[in-house]
């Protein structure tokens, strides 16, 4: 996500679980045009042209609209689909569940448990041990490193 609009989007807020409810107007003014027609156009982006497809560092996925957490990386798999793919949500409130029957298909849409954004799509041919396949689009993500939050952590320790 462009840093510049986060900075400037004070409902992105990893500490903080409270549900946002904010119209797409005003996310139209804060997130960059990817995020926004990704996260609440529901678009989808090109297959293998996200940059959290192959990864494989240690750390936590949240929400790049809002900050919500969504998945730990030991989670994640290589399902070959195109996009960032994983079998388990961060908790049971991480994500949301809406049936889709765009497009003739019958899917199950999820979406940020906190602030509503499309995220992806959730199948039922994944891995164990819960033969579930979130494939998400990786614009509306966020990484961070282990590494980098146990310095954070360190850091308040002090």
Same mark, same amino acid.
Not at 61 to 64: D, E, H, S
Not at 108 to 115: A, F, L, N
């Given at each position: 996500?462009?840093?510049? &609009? &986060?900075?400037s ?6 500490e903080? =679980? ?9 996310? &139209?003014?804060?997130?960059?045009? %990817?995020?926004?027609?990704?996260a ?5 982006e090109?297959?293998?042209? #996200?940059?959290? %497809? ?6 936590t996925?949240?929400?790049?609209v809002?900050?919500n957490?969504?998945?730990? =990386?030991?989670?994640?798999?290589e =399902?070959?689909?195109g ?5 388990e949500?961060f #908790? ?15 899917r ?8 509503h #954004?499309h995220?992806?799509?959730v199948?039922?041919d994944g891995?164990p041990?819960t ?5 998400i689009?990786?614009?509306v993500?966020?990484?961070e490193?282990?590494?980098e939050a %146990?310095k954070?952590f360190?850091?308040? &320790?002090?």
């Open positions: 996500m462009d840093t510049s &609009k &986060k900075t989007n004070v409902y992105y807020n990893r903080d =679980s409270k549900k946002v409810d904010v119209s797409n107007d005003v996310w &139209k003014n804060i997130l960059s045009p %990817e995020v926004y027609k990704i609440r156009e529901k678009g989808t090109r297959p293998g042209s #996200s940059e959290f %497809e192959y990864k494989k560092d240690v750390g996925y949240y929400c790049a809002c900050g957490t969504l998945f730990k =990386s030991d989670t994640k798999f =399902s070959g689909c996009w960032p793919s994983f079998y949500p #908790s049971k409130t991480s994500i949301i569940y809406l049936p889709d029957n765009s497009y003739g298909m019958k199950t849409e999820v979406q940020c448990g906190k602030c #954004s995220l992806g799509h199948f039922e891995p041990p033969g579930l396949r979130y494939c689009n990786g614009v993500l966020d990484f490193k282990a590494q %146990e954070k360190d850091g308040k &320790k002090e």
